[in-house]
């Protein structure tokens, strides 16, 4: 079995399963701690043997309930405090791979049905060389 890499490209499996990653280890944009992607990515590469891809870590504005008081020319304002956190989004073409792969990470990890548009994957795509004779 062979596989093409598709590097920075636009989601084109149809159908995928996508599974969102938290990365609780980086706080901020300047202090990314990529020890636990690493990880995973290594695992996964051992792991699946079906079309799959990933994104790189990124930081995203989650909405938050979270307000606090700012005090702006003598008047106090009530400000809603966005939180950002780090994700990646993992794709697969196999359920079971994707459900693997979602209990091996544990409780940071979760299936969307949604995703955003914009991200772009690094996708390994998998196929049989049919020349190849055995």
Excluded at 14 to 34: A, T
């Amino acid at each position: 079995m062979k596989y093409k890499l598709h590097i920075a490209s636009r989601m084109f499996l149809s159908d995928p399963y996508v599974v969102r990653v938290k990365h609780p280890e980086s706080v901020s944009y300047e202090n990314q701690n990529l020890t636990e992607f690493r990880r995973l990515l290594r695992t996964a590469k051992l792991m699946i043997r079906d079309t799959w891809g990933y994104s790189n870590p990124q930081f995203e504005i989650i909405k938050s309930d979270s307000i606090q008081a700012v005090a702006f020319n003598g008047q106090v304002i009530p400000w809603l405090n966005p939180v950002s956190e780090c994700h990646s989004y993992w794709i697969f073409t196999n359920e079971m791979d994707a459900l693997q792969f979602r209990l091996t990470i544990g409780e940071n990890a979760r299936q969307m049905h949604m995703w955003p548009k914009n991200i772009k994957y690094t996708i390994t795509e998998y196929y049989n060389d049919e020349n190849t004779s055995q």
